[in-house]
């Protein structure tokens, strides 16, 4: 796959004088080294949080939701905030390595693997949601389409949310696929590397065998792009899908059309931030500074300020049409959103994912770690907000008066979402402890073209 | 339908070939077994032998036989009825004529039983007054469900026997008799003709005791005025179907003004319909200072202080007189509208009536003087109510004697002085030191708990009993079920204790034979009528002519602070039930505020004391207390605003801060008895602000309609008479190529119309020209489809659960039209973002209307789509279905729903400690309707057009071999069959004779948010307001 030249504009993909080996002891270092303090202090908030969690979740399912803080007008609010907001994260992973495999972005082999498994992980959490907010969860396979034997009924399929369950599952299944078969390769090098016997054992099941014949990779390149290929439309209809749970309404608020490519250009948004958010941490711990370079944050910097900018055009679009469409409820619900009770919400919205992200127009900004850390947070809680604002303040003030009302989450709300923030970072510690965080096999295709020593050497030999 | 007499075959030989079929029926195998064989034959037996795997199958089976048999499943026992009574078939309900009075209220009902037990009330249509069951007539079913209730006589706190107590009293009776020791008789109203005779041979026996009336809440003054003028103590009767003009005074007519139960004739008058293309209604003017349900109704609503409602009374007295009285003078504004109302008093001659709620005999004199002068006809000349007969005077007398120490005993039933009296405290002390003290009470409440003798007297769906609500209709009250517990009646002791042996039943029986039916033919049909008019009647005229000095008198009146009205809320009146929880969780029809009373005062005087009405965070509505001082009573109470408070004036209802015989949850409020200084309801106070904060369950949280003037569609009489329907009426249009097409259209429709000319089709027509916001719905809904209860901690965080809600919305600008104008006239941003803003709040003195909702069962309805499960459907007869058991509870369909009127089961409300109301209680889930499944934590549910009760009506028309009659649906409906304004009426739009099909035709029919396309099945009629020419005033 690729060439091996690369013209001498481009910036070097892999710095520091790399060699084959030494990649393959940069990746492995991780897994064969033991955890130092600070991995397991975060590790241990975040189980403390998942454990919490996961009381509010058995406190919920026992007691009902009204432990929630929903009411009559609010039947949905920090539920399928989160549920969205989890999958619009979810987003970066298949997009980086299926998209950007497809339009040969080598610049995606350092993060892609980091960026699936964040997207395995959120999407997990992203699951949790339409099962737990259910009002009898124990009945959830309902919603399933088995044959009537099993003891449930057909069930309809004019209903967004079993779209929802289809998109999610075949997403989560082709994004596991996606990334096990990437990690084949690695997963062997580490079996390879494996002194202990239980450890050479556990990485031989997971490398399913893998022999590193050519016809091993052979298969391996076709299957990569053909999971590619199924992947990039998922890319595109889960989050499509997910929009259409409240496109398809008619509630003012919901009822819009534009939701299908604002909802995707928002999930990528949050998506890259997340894993800026993550790598930023990642390459520093694990000492990964040369796989993953100022130049992948610069460019996953750049996607962040153009799909942030989309979403601000869909924003935008959205107060237009409201205005346009002569509809006085749609009207309101929009000025309702920006100047009504919950107007802190639409502001810290507008403020997070509009105006931050145009930072990034500076160069100096969105080299800068620090700043690329902060900005890839502050999107996040817009991002959380866009969700909060959509579903909350569309529903709190819809058609008739009287019904409306306002809502507040109890601390079993703020308990789930605390507990999936720690499952996910439970997971995500455990995968950096165990598995190989960058996808070296990928990587040392390019260390010939993209190596900074090699590219020096070339360079040198051109000039 | 004779037609479904069809044969109905499972297999084609069974069509055919009837002889083998017939064979095959008798016998339950196909082929024969062959056990007899082996059973029959002993030697065959003997050889058989078992083996290995044999004697292994027997073990296996007998051992997991007997494993299986230890596993005890739950044991439900019900014990069947040894003899099956008569007329009780399992599944049917019977119904049963009966009437209640408790002082208070007083209907002519209706009772469905099903399987021996009592579980909801309905009305009586033979009843020509009093056919309607309000709120809390319709909730008294569950008041005798109710666990609390005192369940046998007590001495002392001890339970005795009814032996005992009866010979005790008797003792101590005749010892007082003998001594000569004066014992006071304490009851409610007494209307019942047979037991006004009970009592006066009782005290015939002991002519000791002094008989005294005691209303909670007084209607003296009437009674005093119509007393003076026409010689008959008791309340003057009106009929409003009659009135073409209505001015009241401070009457909430509507509301529990007098016991009344107007709202039905009045809403008759209330109907725009078109005779020769001009359509005619009653014009309804209300000066009141409080916001009641009848101001809410009225064409043109006037704040008035209680002082100047005086003022205003004499001058209109002095006017329509035409006397020569020297009165202060009016303000210039309040005496235009004066001159307008006594010009169109005079003008509309006997059609017109002046009403008047203000608690002063001179003011009742006036009213009476004008309606005479006017010649009214709506006050009637023949008849009188006789639902009140309390005298303060002689009820003060008697508490003033009992103080002093002058009784050496009394003897109470229906009433409770230790919670109605103003200050009880030397009453209970009183009390506590008499030796013979007894009283016939339900509860364990502020004065039982004080009494020696505690007769546990019987509910009134327990017991017999006639009435006599007006002069000459008399009623019939039959027990619907025995005695719960072991109780009696009033009239059954007092009839032992006068040695008389014959029931309470023959007593009834015979007075009515030889003084009110004169017949002994006639007893069944008035037991089944449960009413019976007879031709008694008054010929009421006044002896006196000048009332001027009455007129001078009240025009005395001074007010120096604030003017405190006492009124009883509809859900809550005397305080009587306060135990019942559906009443405590009734929405106030005004204020919307439930589990509450509360110190109504408008937002010009809330601002200057520093009072304040405020959401959190979840939108709940919290206040701060006020500190209600008349002489040296003080009073805690929260505030609501209230708009359209006079200002200067303010208002606390009875009923509440009930402390004993009560469930800690239903302990709600504060006893507005204690400022009922003198029992008059209008008093002088001081009102100063408390810091602290007031949690409130209210269950509307926004208050006007933001101009959405399609939601309650208006318009004027005029307009009405004059404009096309398309100008006051349009139907929404949507764009279609660029032509403006009415959404109702097919050519816009995306969906394939499903066809509905077949079969039943059911719709529902609300007349909000009708509907006065009674509520009596709200409570015949939770009756009939068990409903839960939630309590206020839930209904606080907007989760209450009726099906069927009466919004209630103020005007911001002067009226809803106005409203819609300002809305429209909104240019640019900064314009919309003012106006709205402007709208969230209501004007000080705003146009109010009701407008019941309830699931819309919506022909293509939003929540149907969206359920992952298809939970929710639609079904062949219009109705949107929601079924329980598929219910996972994602609540995507309460979220689509336009009309917000899914409710969900946030916890488990059955059976739950946490939700301690009838539905935890095993007595309390005897009012349970079996024919509705009560539905468990996580599920979905809503109005469901009583699909229980329309499929029963079709059963019945099939097996009865006939046709559904055109309007036997109206009654199938909970809500509209409670519905006593005619407001409401449901049934079948392919009956082309049915009331809902004519109704559906009528050119104010419109349907709620109809521009979203669901093309619902509930339509409404569009609101007409009689107020063209008072507009400005």
């Not at chain 1, 950007?100 to 997990?124: C, D, H, P, Y």
């Not at chain 2, 009405?613 to 206040?623: D, I, M, P, T, V």
């Amino acid at each position: 796959m690729g060439s091996h030249y690369e013209a001498p504009i481009r910036k070097p993909l892999v710095t520091g004088n790399k060699t084959y080996h030494q990649i393959s002891v940069d990746v492995a270092r991780p897994v064969e080294g033991s955890a130092n303090k600070q991995w397991w202090i975060v590790f241990g908030i975040a189980l403390a949080l998942f454990v919490w969690g996961i009381g509010c979740i058995i406190y919920t399912i026992s007691t009902g939701i009204g432990t929630w803080g929903l009411n009559k007008t609010v039947g949905w609010a920090w539920d399928i905030t989160n549920f969205v907001w989890w999958v619009g994260i979810g987003h970066a992973g298949t997009l980086i390595s299926a998209v950007l495999l497809l339009f040969r972005q080598k610049w995606r082999m350092g993060i892609n693997r980091s960026a699936e498994a964040m997207t395995i992980f959120s999407v997990i959490q992203a699951g949790l949601f339409p099962i737990i907010h259910m009002g009898r969860p124990w009945l959830a396979y309902w919603i399933v389409p088995i044959p009537n034997q099993f003891g449930s009924l057909w069930v309809n399929f004019n209903s967004p949310l079993l779209w929802d369950v289809f998109a999610i599952s075949t997403y989560l299944t082709v994004s596991l696929v996606f990334w096990w078969t990437g990690l084949l390769p690695d997963f062997a090098m580490i079996r390879d590397r494996a002194i202990k016997p239980f450890q050479k054992k556990i990485y031989s099941l997971v490398s399913f065998g893998w022999s590193g014949r050519a016809k091993d990779w052979q298969r391996f390149e076709e299957v990569s792009l053909v999971l590619a290929g199924l992947a990039t439309p998922l890319v595109l209809s889960v989050h499509t899908i997910v929009s259409f749970d409240f496109a398809t309404s008619v509630i003012p608020g919901w009822h819009t059309t534009i939701f299908p490519p604002y909802f995707v250009a928002g999930a990528i948004f949050s998506g890259f931030a997340m894993v800026n958010t993550l790598l930023i941490v990642m390459r520093k711990v694990c000492s990964l500074e040369d796989y993953i370079t100022i130049q992948h944050i610069e460019l996953m910097n750049i996607v962040i300020m153009i799909t942030g900018s989309i979403v601000g055009c869909a924003y935008i679009t959205e107060l237009f049409i409201a205005w346009y469409s002569g509809v006085e409820y749609e009207q309101y619900a929009f000025l309702n959103r920006a100047t009504g009770p919950y107007w802190w919400a639409y502001w810290a919205m507008m403020t997070c994912n509009v105006f931050s992200p145009q930072f990034m127009w500076i160069k100096r900004l969105r080299t800068s770690i620090v700043f690329s850390f902060v900005i890839s947070i502050v999107v996040n809680i817009g991002m959380w907000f866009e969700r909060f604002v959509i579903i909350v303040t569309s529903l709190h003030r819809d058609y008739l008066p009287s019904s409306w009302t306002m809502f507040s989450p109890t601390f079993v709300d703020i308990g789930i979402f605390l507990g999936t923030i720690g499952f996910f970072f439970v997971l995500f510690l455990l995968y950096a402890r165990t598995f190989p965080v960058i996808a070296q096999a990928e990587v040392k295709t390019i260390l010939k073209s993209s190596g900074d020593n090699y590219k020096k050497i070339r360079d040198n030999k051109n000039g | 339908m004779n037609k479904s007499l069809k044969k109905y075959w499972k297999s084609e030989v069974e069509l055919t070939n009837n002889s083998q079929v017939e064979k095959l029926r008798h016998d339950e195998f196909v082929e024969k077994l062959p056990v007899d064989n082996l059973f029959e034959d002993e030697k065959s037996l003997n050889d058989s032998s078992t083996n290995r795997r044999d004697f292994l199958k027997y073990l296996g089976f007998s051992t997991s036989a007997a494993v299986l048999a230890s596993c005890e499943g739950p044991v439900n026992k019900s014990v069947p009825y040894v003899i099956q009574p008569e007329r009780i078939r399992p599944g049917i309900s019977n119904y049963y004529a009966t009437s209640m009075f408790n002082g208070y209220d007083c209907a002519n009902i209706l009772v469905k039983t099903r399987e021996g037990r009592p579980i909801k009330i309905e009305n009586n249509k033979l009843a020509k007054f009093h056919g309607s069951a309000n709120a809390r007539v319709h909730a008294s079913i569950l008041s005798m469900y109710d666990s609390g209730r005192i369940q046998g006589p007590m001495y002392d706190g001890n339970n005795i026997s009814w032996e005992e107590l009866d010979q005790d009293i008797i003792k101590k009776l005749e010892s007082l008799r003998f001594n000569n020791s004066p014992v006071a008789l304490l009851t409610s109203t007494i209307s019942s003709p047979t037991s006004i005779k009970i009592i006066n041979s009782f005290i015939k026996k002991y002519p000791n005791i002094t008989h005294v009336e005691y209303d909670s809440i007084s209607e003296s003054s009437v009674l005093d005025a119509h007393e003076i003028m026409y010689g008959v103590r008791a309340l003057p009767l009106y009929e409003f179907k009659n009135a073409k003009y209505i001015v009241s005074i401070g009457a909430d007519f509507l509301g529990d003004w007098m016991g009344s139960n107007y709202d039905g004739d009045y809403a008759k008058g209330r109907v725009p319909i078109k005779v020769d293309g001009t359509a005619t209604m009653s014009k309804h003017i209300q000066l009141e200072s409080n916001m009641s349900v009848t101001g809410a109704n009225a064409d043109v609503r006037i704040p008035l202080k209680p002082s100047t409602q005086k003022l205003f009374l004499a001058h209109l007295y002095k006017k329509i007189s035409n006397s020569d009285i020297n009165l202060p003078e009016l303000d210039k504004k309040t005496n235009e509208r004066l001159i307008e109302i006594s010009k169109d008093l005079t003008l509309n001659g006997n059609s017109s009536v002046l009403v008047c709620g203000i608690d002063d005999v001179n003011a009742q004199l006036l009213t009476n003087a004008i309606n005479d002068l006017i010649n009214s006809s709506v006050k009637s000349s023949s008849k009188v109510s006789l639902i009140r007969k309390g005298n303060d005077k002689k009820v003060n007398e008697l508490i003033a004697k009992l103080n002093n120490g002058e009784f050496s005993g009394i003897i109470m039933s229906g009433v409770n002085p230790a919670y109605t009296l103003p200050n009880p405290k030397s009453f209970n002390d009183a009390l506590r030191k008499l030796d013979f003290s007894v009283i016939f009470s339900m509860k364990m409440d502020e004065t039982t708990s004080l009494c020696k003798y505690v007769s546990a007297s019987s509910h009134y769906l327990e017991s017999w009993g006639d009435f006599q609500f007006v002069n000459g209709e008399y009623s019939i009250c039959q027990p619907t079920i025995k005695n719960l517990f072991d109780t009696k009646q009033f009239e059954e002791c007092l009839l032992s204790w006068s040695g008389n042996e014959n029931s309470f039943y023959d007593e009834i029986k015979s007075n009515w034979s030889n003084n009110i039916l004169l017949s002994n033919t006639k007893w069944n049909k008035a037991i089944h009528d449960g009413v019976y008019s007879s031709n008694d009647s008054y010929n009421l005229k006044s002896s006196n002519n000048s009332f001027s000095y009455s007129a001078l008198e009240l025009s005395k009146i001074k007010s120096s602070n604030f003017e405190l009205l006492l009124y009883s809320k509809i859900g809550m009146g005397d305080g009587q039930q306060a135990n019942n929880p559906w009443l405590q969780e009734f929405p106030d029809p005004i204020s919307r505020v439930s589990w509450d009373n509360y110190l109504t005062i408008s937002k010009k005087d809330a601002e200057s004391i520093g009072l304040k009405n405020y959401n959190e965070s979840n939108g709940a509505l919290n206040s701060n207390y006020a500190l209600v001082k008349n002489a040296d009573i003080e009073l805690k109470l929260p505030v609501i605003i209230q708009p359209g408070q006079a200002n200067g004036t303010v208002g606390v209802s009875f009923g509440y801060g009930r402390m004993m015989g009560i469930k800690s949850e239903m302990k709600t409020g504060s006893n507005a008895f204690s400022l009922y200084d003198k029992f008059s309801k209008i008093q002088d106070v001081e009102i100063k602000a408390i810091h602290e904060i007031h949690e409130f369950a209210c269950v509307q949280l926004h208050n006007t309609l933001m101009g959405r003037g399609d939601i309650v569609k208006e318009t004027s009489l005029e307009v009405f008479n004059t404009k096309d329907k398309e100008y006051w009426n349009p139907v929404p249009v949507v764009s279609k190529n660029h032509i403006e097409t009415a959404v109702n259209k097919k050519e816009v429709n995306i969906y394939q119309e499903f066809d509905r000319s077949i079969g039943h089709h059911f719709n529902l027509s609300i007349d909000l020209n009708a509907c006065t916001g009674c509520g009596a719905c709200v409570i015949a809904c939770h009756a009939e489809n068990n409903v839960p209860v939630v309590g206020k901690r839930e209904v606080r965080k907007s989760r209450d659960m009726h099906w069927l809600r009466i919004d209630r919305y103020y005007s911001s600008d002067v009226s809803f039209q106005d409203d819609n104008q300002n809305k429209d006239d909104i240019n640019g941003l900064s314009d919309s973002l003012s106006v709205f803003g402007q709208m969230e709040d209501p004007n000080e003195n705003p146009q109010v209307v009701f407008q019941p909702v309830m699931c819309q069962h919506c022909n293509q309805a939003p929540c149907e789509t969206v359920c992952p499960v298809a939970a929710t459907s639609h079904g062949r007869q219009g109705q949107n279905h929601m079924a329980y058991n598929r219910c996972v509870g994602t609540r995507y369909c309460a979220n689509n729903c336009p009309y917000k009127v899914r409710r969900f089961n946030w916890f488990l409300y059955n059976n739950n400690d946490e939700f301690d109301f009838n539905m935890n209680d095993d007595l309390g889930k005897m009012v349970l309707n079996p024919d509705v499944v009560v539905r468990s934590r996580g599920v979905m549910e809503k109005c469901s057009f009583c699909i229980q009760s329309t499929q029963a009506v079709i059963l019945k028309a099939k097996n009865e071999g006939r046709e559904v009659n055109k309007n036997e649906f109206n009654d199938a409906c909970a809500c509209s069959a409670a519905c006593s304004t005619g407001a409401m009426s449901f049934g079948d739009i392919n009956n082309k004779e049915s009331e809902v099909y004519k109704r559906k035709k009528d050119d104010r029919v419109y349907h709620l948010l109809e521009y979203v396309g669901t093309k619902p099945n509930v339509f409404y009629h569009a609101k007409v307001r009689n107020n063209d020419k008072l507009k400005n005033i």
